[in-house]
């Protein structure tokens, strides 16, 4: 098949073209390489900086759009899979729809339904927008609400979520968010994963913890809350323990820093380790962060549990990284359980196939 896969999320598309041309299909990836995070892609359609950037980026994609044509299978990170406003990009929609066969959007990170599920029906027990029955108000939340709810925005995920001809969620949240809406249509696949070399710590007798910033995400994330409970067990006990940040660093730098850890904190609020916790697990590196059953449930897994499961609170990340520093003898059993978790569920060249069916059967 001849694939074209627009925009990027975490080095989720670079990775499945890597399995789908493993597969013997044509893959084209067309991105930003994620700003400053810098995945690779075939085609970059980076915005250029300047108050003339959007402008400038619009007229490089009409002149690539005709090489954009006779694809069986496009496939959009988001409905904003270019750097361009929502009204600018719906048009480009339209010409993707009518010279391409089949139309895919992806469930993989902030969207209106994500959004919207999140603030009225509460499907999760927490999320990025919600503690139980109580709405965050912290600024990152209210501003996604803002950019989502009532807005072009909106509007063009709910039409090409209506028009396309499947949508893809990587994670549990996104699935349960989407379900209602488009039971039909709907299709959970796994984000894909390159097997990767683990690196061991240093025998210092520390237990290393790794932690990616991004400053403007932070709260959202809950980085904040995470990064103040391991700065205040590296106080608490400085001869066992040691941490190092990674902020706003390419992808190639952020995967050196994180060589050598004992354990990811990433991802307070969410059900699931994404991308860039999976990566780690691949290593050996034990995940703190999401490891809800849900997560399990969906996947079909039922023996490994090699997440450190956290509640979206100061206290319980507290207790779990104090826990894993006072008994490091658990974590050869978490790093082996890590490692054949995403062997058995992310694969690249399995998820790859996985979607490889999909598109057939489109």
């Not at 980076?46 to 069986?72: F, N, Q």
């Not at 979520?161 to 989407?178: N, P």
């Amino acid at each position: 098949m001849k694939i074209l896969l627009l925009g990027e999320y975490s080095n989720v598309h670079a990775t499945l073209a890597d399995g789908l041309r493993q597969l013997g299909h044509s893959v084209t990836v067309v991105s930003n390489g994620d700003f400053w995070k810098d995945y690779p892609r075939d085609i970059d359609v980076s915005r250029p900086k300047g108050h003339l950037g959007g402008i400038r980026l619009l007229a490089r994609v009409w002149s690539l759009l005709p090489s954009w044509k006779g694809y069986d299978v496009v496939q959009l990170i988001n409905p904003l899979f270019l750097e361009l406003k929502a009204r600018r990009l719906y048009p480009i929609y339209r010409y993707l729809r009518c010279h391409n066969r089949k139309i895919v959007l992806c469930a993989a990170g902030m969207d209106y339904y994500w959004v919207e599920e999140c603030i009225t029906h509460k499907p999760l027990r927490y999320s990025d927008f919600n503690i139980g029955d109580r709405l965050r108000t912290d600024a990152p939340a209210l501003e996604a609400q803002r950019d989502w709810i009532g807005t072009d925005k909106e509007q063009i995920n709910r039409r090409i979520a209506a028009d396309c001809d499947a949508i893809v969620a990587g994670l549990y949240e996104y699935y349960v968010c989407y379900r209602p809406h488009y039971p039909g249509k709907l299709h959970f696949i796994p984000f894909p994963v390159k097997p990767q070399k683990a690196v061991s710590p240093a025998a210092d007798g520390k237990v290393k913890l790794f932690i990616g910033i991004s400053r403007s995400r932070s709260a959202y994330k809950g980085t904040d809350i995470m990064l103040r409970a391991a700065e205040d067990i590296v106080r608490k006990y400085p001869e066992k323990v040691a941490l190092v940040k990674a902020e706003g660093v390419p992808f190639n730098e952020y995967q050196h820093l994180m060589d050598g850890s004992d354990a990811i904190l990433d991802q307070l609020y969410s059900y699931t380790p994404s991308m860039n916790p999976l990566l780690a697990m691949s290593k050996g590196i034990v995940c703190v962060g999401g490891g809800e059953p849900e997560n399990y449930d969906i996947l079909g897994e039922k023996e490994l549990r090699p997440i450190v499961n956290v509640l979206p609170c100061y206290e319980s990340v507290y207790t779990e990284l104090e826990r894993l520093v006072l008994h490091p003898e658990r974590l050869p059993r978490l790093k082996n359980e890590s490692i054949a978790y995403v062997n058995r569920h992310h694969d690249y060249l399995m998820v790859a196939a996985k979607y490889a069916s999909l598109y057939e059967k489109l």
